[in-house]
């Protein structure tokens, strides 16, 4: 179908960008690569929308260390993320995880703000992000605020953020000296969205584990998480079922999803041990 | 003429060598020309209201809001539209019993899948139509919808046509000897029951047409990507009450076809007849989301099937029990029976055993009608029969390769005939087969998988053999009283310059016709293949003929074209003749030269004899024939289908955890008679195999229980990718038909008849340490670990 | 408020090297507006949803779905079509290559597959074949079963690496 929008607008600094989206008070959307947002106007899913385009915004872009925290800005591309060094040395999930998005026509527009926002429970960022620690920075109308990537994430394409606000960046903790981290995904074809996966962090402070496309939104193992900092690896693989909250659609069935989470998380293991 | 196909060094020795598509470098730069890159002066545009519902009563429609937006210029009904469009009903006479409602180009009152045709917006753009459409409001009825198969036909299940009396579309059983007997008597008696899901063809380009109605001269020209010009022509024509004369079809590049674009759609019925009622230009073209829920489906098939073999493993008999879902309506004009009818005609197809019974039961549902799809019902039949071959090897312990062996016709043992009643003028099974082991390793192969299996790897092996029906006659559609030629023609000219053009009525759709085309013609005549121009797809131009479809365009429009060449030739020879004052029969043409035929010399170049006939004509002597321009049809007479054959193998890899399944490689042996272009058939392989894995491995049409399809976008409908499609090896045996010079059978449906077979029996083979099996297609990782019994809740 | 939202935008671009200034409606993609505004025919709409790759044209140098763009967000840009890179001459042996191996069938996925394909040859050296399917596994070919057009970019891959050296 053809994309019909009530309005277009682009926004050159974030305060114009949120001052809008207040004033038009739930009734625009924030479009960045538009990879996702694009597809579902095409296909009649957006209504009569208008768009404030945030792609020229200076501030949400970049990729750069503050202290000891990596800061991702929102606007930054899959495919920069994928080849960035400073994110290849400071937060190598990412990297990894990059390859899994889509495809790399998709990866050159996509954001990871627009990923995030977005919050497409089986996508690979928000899992990563949660499995980092992240806080995710959000701005609105009454300003800067930072909120952790664990509730950040609510349900499905859901979020924290107000209909006033956009995130503007991702902080991360510097990985660890022999910090392991770890993606690992079953999707039916290169570059579908899995039918389940896993992020795995394990560093000096414990274990982190988010699953995805196994639930609502990326969700923590917080059960394996536990077994997993107990030592207790045949704890941690019956754990997976009370972590995770799948449902069935044509494409998988919630049992299935299950089964495959655990199949993931022992693959993580075994990397992890070799 | 004959020509001396054994001789490779042979003039002009183009049929069977590689020669590039003349029309290839074009599209590489982006300058195909489809039809949404053609733009006409006033040209509107069309998008349509469908129905969002399986099965409803219309109780009234509003179109006050669509008809004030900007844009707009008119909007129909099918009230509007019936003065100007009579109702179709596709039934064929030689389909005893079949039966089907009249259809309509816009549905009237009622609507009996979603995604049927309600309301046409015409509008100055897409954009603007499809915002209007969004706002014309119609109220329904909701009706109960018949969605499952093997219940079609049960009391309780409402009719969908109730003056059809009831939901069966069309019955047929075939028998032939004793069956029962021979299940009685036999040592092993394997019964299974298979699945194959609904797919449909998802042509890249997807279905479109632009309608030109000139009132001043009385005539409707439309473009439109199709496989049967002349067909669409004959259709336009009849329903739109013009004589087939004032309809001028034009076909030119065609984003894929596979089958999809050789019927008669209701959208597109609708655009010609709005274009008419308009006097302006309109263009339709399916947006991605409408063409899943208006392109016929295919493949909708519940089968019950048994194999009897004795202690030898010889196959005594097939008992075959079909069920199809066709959708509301048989799609016109081809009908939508005729896939069950080739389940019960290609069943057993490879092998010579003596009972057979055979019965399809096609009944109606609310869902997308469903028609020919490349390889009609050969991956069904093909899937049954190796299938339960391969459960009876299993049974008798006996390697798969070996019980087919025992039981293929022989090479030596045609002309035969199946217990089908199939008539086979030529096949090569166990050639074919011996070919498939040599090239696959069959024996490394098995030691591989017997090593992987030591570690745990579970690795299988599928092989599947079949036939296939392709250069159709009259059997196939003319007997049974549809306008659609089993004949085809050509017409080969020389002009001035010594160059010839050809024109063909089958069409291209980038299988490579024009380069088959211009390399047999240029082997006729005696030029180079890039002498000859090519031209397809203008009903007011070509000869009359079926098109593409069934595989028969090398076989039946390449032969037409072959004839007029020779024609050509000769009668180039004659004048030739008359200005070297030598015998015609002494001289040949070579490579764009009239030469001595003994010695090769060259006497003359085409254009200087050209240039003699067309403009110094007075030097020629008088009553000399000098028809440059030659016409030959050729039609099929001997045998009512010309059968091929071949053999795959699939090597898979099945991941015992998830049920994911890695394809290894893939082999194919086929015998499509004579190759005309080693290249292009095998691409038409290869590309006809990854079809094949696709059914078998990722597409499905799903339906909920109210008719409503779940997966109708791209993101959800899976086709093949090219991370996951494994490498081909393709190879032939050549046993040409003696029904033509050319010797050529169809080659474009074998890959996706036997795929499907050959990764469904690997998977079995690599899973047997489970126990279980999988005959539900598509395959897909969760059946595969739900039949290895690894999933159960 | 209602002065922000445009329903229609001037845009100025380059597309294949040439200044472009038009005025489009704000909910036209840019494959559309690409077709039916400069007559670029050879992007095509395969499906509108960003999945099957055939209206992959390059933005900024980077491989992009038109179908994902709108127009209005092109302003500014560089984009290169089908059109622009036949012209500059920089994927013609990628084009014979096709043509060679016949590794395009109806044509319609051609263009996208041959932008795709030429971004990943653009970073030299030899790809493996996982890795070239892997590049081009976005980009939807119902015809050949693409073993044809791993081949042909593997041809290309290994011929233009033998001219470096």
Redesign the interface.
Known sequence: MKPTLAGYARASTIAEATAWLAEADGDAKVIAGGQSLMAAINMGLGGDTRLIDINGIEALKGIRLEGDRLVIGALTRHAELGRHPLIAEHAPLLTRAVPLIAHEAIRTRGTIGGSLSHADPAAELPACVLALDALIRISGPGGEREVAADDFFEDVYVTDLAQDEIVTAISLPLAAAKEAQLIRELSRRAGDFALAGIALVRRPSGHRVAFFGTGPRPMLGRSVMAALDAGDLAAALAAVPEDIDPQSDPHASAAYRRHLASVLLRRCLEDLAA | MTIDFGNPNRPNSYIGRTV??P????????????V??ITLPRMLHLAFVRSPWGHAKITAIDTTEAAACDGVRAIFTGQDLLPHCTPWVAVLAHLKGLKSAPQHALALDRTCWVGEPVVAVVAD???EA??AA?LVNIDYDELPVVTQIRTALDPETPVIHPDLGDNLAFRREHVQGDVEAAFASAHKVISASFKTGRHT??????RGCLADWNPAEGKLTVWQGTQAPHMIQTVLATHLGLEESRVRVICD??????GIKVHVYPDEVATAAIAKVLGRPVKFIA???ESFISDIHARDHEIDGRIAVDENGKILAFDIDDWTGIGPYSVYPRTSAIEGNQVVNLCGGPYDFANYRARTSVVLQNKAPTCQYRAVGHPIATAVTEGLVDLAAEALNMDPAEIRRRNFFRDDAYPATSPANMRFEGLSHQATMDKLLEMMDYEALRRDQAAAREKGIWRGIGLASFIELTNPSPFMYGIGGARISAQDGATVRMDPDGSVVVLSGVTE????TEAMLSQVVAEGVGVRPDQVRVITGDTQVTPYGGGTWASRGAGIGGEAALQAALALKGAILEVAGAMLQCAPESLSINDGQIVDLESGAGRMPLSELGRVVYFRGDTLPKGLPRELVQTRHFITMEYPFAFTNGAQASYVEVDR??G?VKLLKHWCVEDCGRVINP??VD?QI??????GLGGAL?EEC?YDEHGQM??G????Y????????P??QIAHVETPTAESLLGAKGAGEA?TAGAPAAVMNAINDAIRPSGGRILQMPM???RI?RAMG??S? | MSDLFQTETQIRLMVNGQKVKARVRVGQHLTDFLRQELGLTGSHAGCEHGVCGACTLRVNGEITRGCLMLAAQADGAEVETIEGLTERGVIADLQQAFVHRNALQCGFCTPGMLATAADLLARGGVPGREVIRDHLSGNYCRCTGYEAIIDAVETVARARAEALK
Request: glycine share 12%.
């Open positions: 590039p598509r029309n290839a470098p074009r599209l590489v730069q982006g300058r195909g020309r489809y949404d890159d753009s897409r954009a499809e915002a969004a063809g998802v042509t890249l380009e997807p590049d065609v984003g894929g076809s596979f947006d991605r989301l759709q980038g299988q490579g955890e998830t994911f290249q292009l691409e290869r590309g006809g195999i990854v079809q990722y799903l779940l997966n976008s791209m993101a959800d899976l086709v093949p990718m090219a991370v996951e499609m490498d081909m890959g897909t990782p969760e670990l690894t999933l809740d």
